[in-house]
């Protein structure tokens, strides 16, 4: 293709651009699932030749009705080593090599030796860990700007049915995943009450079973929600409390529905998700046109409804806003209110943070020796804690979450 | 594993219904390009039944970095056959063949496309679509047309009628709770409910619609008349919180303010629904017609029979005791079911039978939401593009408007020329354009000959995941397909329907 007055000013068409493209661009794939599959079947045609792609998940036989690199005699064997074997042998001169820990298990040093980063992944957890992990990658100069060298962009792909979006972050320049965390949904929960004393639902019934019955049936034993004999103890229970107050519609299909909470998935929308992520990984790799700004969604239920919209940064933002967390605290609350708030309000959404400040740690949630040894000052007031000397007012803390891979700040107010 | 169903992951969106009527679907491909597999991939991954891919182009160099379906080592072989080979290995339970044939024999013969259920035509000439569309038009068939050119791409849908019972709106909440004039058996049982004298607990879990059958009586006796006018409604609801004993406390007392509304609606269907109703097809239905319509004139029936409309028996979760929720939605279930009865016997009559199918009973659960689309022949647009369907001062469509109309001159050029247009012909591509209705800017002209007729990877496996997606409606009769024409602009990241 040659150059034209719609794509960007420096793009250079021709040989340069493709060589650039082979040789030089290093791709991360993050996730070898519905949309990893066609992510990367979708970067090796592009040109890319040097690619990675993490996975820890090994194959379901209920993949197979989109994760097109997969065939039955495959079932149990490592997503990302199936599916890089399979583009490797299909495309010709194309490397991929697959990787089977978590993300977590991989440091600065790995994210910054590639360019792009494309992730086709399927939870918030590590969605906003890897959105972390790639701002706490970007270096400031003297002056506070950004050196562009540390920034490594990532392009975010999610689907739900006929539903998906594609999205371009960019550290510090555009809004980050974070950014959006209010907008997330949480995941539906129905009230202990309502499933305890007022079931109405098949949905009611089968959270009991799985909640409240096994806990009594097997107090020593995790339910496994992959063997077919744990989800069928639980399904004939459900059945059981269903039938004796005449709820209709527990089946089977819905007992794996609701306990492992699936989302319904198909091929097309991983397909056209997926796309829409390389066409933009393309176009920042090759200034082939302008990339997007920032955020596509595809809504293909009702006719097709489709938006490109410019999410705008919060300026509080945990990861990209720069700032300390400010929290306004009474001096007679206690230090469990306050990790409470960080864990329920939409605006933190922490997991199980740890705490600490200029006298030591204050709260640490694991290994359990030391959640032990600081689990009494939960219930001390600020008060208190000031007092017994654990606590300086005026002092920052220290903030550490699963879900972000550094720690934050959080200076306290006391009132 | 929990499952050993592959499918379960979208049976849970179209059911088992739906996946029959893929599992038994035949559809054709016209095309064996990168768009052709991408979108025949997205179906047969999910388990369509049959297909045939027809073309007899061989592989070339410049299919391996569009097409995923073929490799080095099919250089020189029809393609067709290898994108057929490779793609039945997605799926053990689908067959396929190739026809080694050129598209233009094929379309001479247009009893071939007698067998299937959807056509899909991808990156054909501009000649080859317009007789692919009288075809269709001609024998009634489903038709999909597709291209991808640069960073561009479309489709377009085509067929006489769809016919949709299963709608699924994802945006809507649907109730059909009758307190407007609620039906004898329901009222009774709100009236058997006293409020007065029990604990907070169970004052606490009577059902919203108990709560508001009731207070709509008692206000109604008092003031003669329901609440007409907006001072009205705002004091029904006071009425309705002026009931409760701690409004903040208790959820059933919240839902009944804020579903108090449903109290206002008279027992009517959505004006699309009526004209299905009164359709033609549907006044006219007799033991010839299909069930779909034979189904609407039986619902007319009951509906001039018993001055409304039979009930759906939709019920959804709200705050209650179990027992008061059970009983509750076993009268809604009840009525609907006697509702539901009635339609069947006209049915019966109608079509001369004494069956019970399944489509009589989801027609009376899904009468708010049924769906007919008419869409207008690919004839007809070449003709004149519906140019009142779009929406001048929308900047998306009108821009789009134009890139779709820019394409339209590349396929006209390429035909007339038997060339790709280059810089200098851009004027050529602009006048062309002026012809269809309207001129382009001149940067999309040039755009679009930058493009040509290089196919992207990612910009097919975009078009060809929507036109998979639009292809499952059609085929399964759930969820509404677009009318008539997709576009998707990788230029700006954004897509549009048109009409046209």
């Known amino acids: 293709m040659n150059t034209s007055s719609l794509s960007p000013k420096d793009f250079i068409p021709g ?32 040109g890319f030749k040097d690619i990675e792609v993490i996975d820890l998940d090994t194959i379901d036989i209920t993949n197979l009705n989109r994760q097109f690199l997969f065939r039955k005699e495959n079932v149990g064997e490592y997503k990302a080593e199936v599916a890089a074997r399979f583009i490797q042998s299909r495309v010709l001169g194309c490397k991929v090599k697959a990787h089977t820990q978590p993300i977590q298990d991989f440091d600065e040093d790995f994210y910054s030796s590639f360019h792009i980063i494309i992730a086709g992944l399927d939870n918030i957890e590590a969605r906003r860990w890897l959105n972390s992990m790639l701002h706490s990658m970007v270096k400031f100069d003297e002056n506070g700007e950004i050196l562009p060298e540390t920034v490594r962009p990532l392009i975010d792909g999610g689907t739900e049915g006929f539903k998906g979006q594609a999205r371009l972050i960019i550290p510090f320049k555009t809004a980050c995943f974070e950014c959006t965390m209010k907008m997330v949904t949480p995941q539906q929960r129905f009230p202990l009450c309502t499933i305890a004393e007022t079931p109405r639902l098949p949905e009611h019934c089968i959270t009991y079973a799985q909640i409240i019955e096994w806990e009594k049936a097997f107090p020593e034993k995790k339910l496994d929600k992959d063997s077919p004999e744990d989800m069928n103890w639980v399904y004939q229970k459900a059945l059981d409390r269903a039938n004796h107050y005449g709820i209709e519609g527990v089946t089977y299909m819905k007992t794996i529905g609701v306990v492992k909470n699936v989302i319904p998935a198909i091929a097309s929308t991983n397909a056209l998700i997926s796309a829409a992520c390389v066409a933009e990984a393309l176009k920042v790799a090759t200034y082939l046109s ?36 400010n929290l306004t605290v009474s001096r007679n609350s206690k230090l469990r209110e306050m990790i409470d708030l960080l864990k329920e309000n939409k605006k933190y959404n922490m997991i199980s943070p740890a705490i600490s400040g200029m006298l030591g740690p204050l709260y640490m949630p694991k290994p359990p020796v030391l959640e032990e ?10 008060a208190e804690l000031i007092d017994k000397n654990y606590f300086r007012d005026g002092d920052g803390l220290i903030v550490t979450d699963p879900s972000f891979n550094s720690s934050l700040t959080l200076i306290v107010n006391l009132v | ?90 799926n053990p339970d689908v067959q396929g063949e190739s026809l080694i044939q050129s598209i233009p024999s094929v379309l001479s013969n247009p009893s071939f496309f007698q067998t299937y259920s959807l056509i899909i035509a991808c990156q054909l000439s501009f000649s080859e679509i317009r007789t692919l569309g009288a075809i269709c038009e001609q024998n009634n068939k489903k038709l999909i047309v597709a291209k991808s050119n640069g960073l561009l791409g479309y489709l377009r849908i085509y067929c006489k009628e769809h016919l949709v019972i299963e709608s699924k709106p994802s945006d809507k909440e649907i109730y059909d709770l009758r307190l407007y004039e609620p039906f004898p058996e329901l009222l009774a049982y709100a009236e058997s409910i006293s409020l007065d004298g029990i604990q907070d607990i ?22 003669g008349t329901k609440p007409r006018n907006m001072e009205e409604k705002t004091r029904f609801k006071d009425f309705v919180k002026g009931k409760s004993r701690d409004f903040f406390a208790q959820l059933n007392f919240q839902e009944a303010v804020s579903k108090a509304y449903l109290c206002f609606l008279e027992e009517k269907l959505p004006s699309e629904v009526m004209d299905i109703l009164n359709d033609e097809k549907s006044v006219n239905a007799d033991v010839n017609s299909e069930d779909f319509w034979i189904c609407a004139k039986a619902v007319k029936e009951f509906m001039d029979r018993n001055q409304t409309v039979p009930l759906s028996g939709i019920f959804s979760d709200m705050t209650s005791d179990t027992n008061s929720y059970i009983t509750l939605q076993n009268i809604y279930k009840n009525r609907a079911d006697c509702d539901y009865i009635e339609v069947l016997q006209n049915y019966q009559r109608i079509k001369g039978t004494n069956q019970e199918p399944e489509i009589v009973r989801q027609f009376c659960k899904n009468l708010q939401t049924l769906e007919v689309t008419r869409f207008r022949s690919l004839e007809s647009e070449f003709l004149s593009i519906n ?8 900047f998306e469509e009108s821009k789009s408007l134009e890139w779709y109309l820019a394409l339209r001159a590349l396929d006209w050029f390429i035909q007339d020329q038997n060339r790709e247009p280059t810089q200098d012909d851009k004027e050529t591509l602009i006048k062309h354009t002026e012809t269809l209705g309207k001129s382009i800017a001149s940067e999309i002209a040039e755009e679009i000959i930058r493009f040509g007729k290089s196919e992207l990877h990612c910009i ?3 078009i060809g995941g929507a036109l998979s997606q639009e292809a499952v409606k059609l085929i399964t009769h759930q969820y509404t397909p677009i009318n008539n024409t997709f576009l998707f602009n990788s230029v700006h990241t954004t897509a549009v329907v048109l009409n046209l």
């Open chain 2, 202 to 223: 169970y004052h606490s879990h009577i059902p919203f619609i108990v709560l508001l059958v009731k207070f709509l009586k008692e206000w109604t006796e008092t003031h």
């Open chain 1, 290 to 325: 302008n990339p997007m700004d920032n955020y596509f969604m595809y809504m293909g239920q009702t006719g097709i409804h489709t938006a490109t919209i410019q999410i705008e940064k919060d300026h509080e933002c945990l990861v990209c806003s720069k700032k300390p967390i």
């Open chain 1, 373 to 382: 040894k600081h689990r009494f000052k939960l219930d001390l007031t600020f």
């Open chain 2, 1 to 90: 594993m929990a499952t050993d169903n592959k499918y379960d992951r979208q049976l849970r969106l179209w059911g088992s219904e739906g996946q029959h009527l893929l599992n038994t679907s035949r559809v054709c491909m016209l095309g064996s390009s990168g768009l052709s597999s991408e979108s025949l991939k997205n179906l047969v991954l999910p388990g369509i039944g049959f297909f045939t891919i027809v073309d007899d182009t061989l592989v070339t160099e410049r299919d391996l970095g569009e097409n995923f379906f073929v490799t080095q080592s099919d250089l020189g072989k029809p393609r067709a056959d290898v994108v057929k080979t490779y793609l039945l290995e997605l």
């Open chain 2, 387 to 394: 140019a009142e369907s779009i929406d001048e001062d929308e």
């Open chain 2, 460 to 462: 097919s496996a975009f």
């Open chain 1, 15 to 46: 040989e340069d651009t493709m060589s650039m493209l082979t040789e030089y661009a290093r791709v991360l794939v993050i996730g070898a699932g519905g949309l990893g599959c066609e992510i990367l079947k979708d970067i090796a045609l592009s």
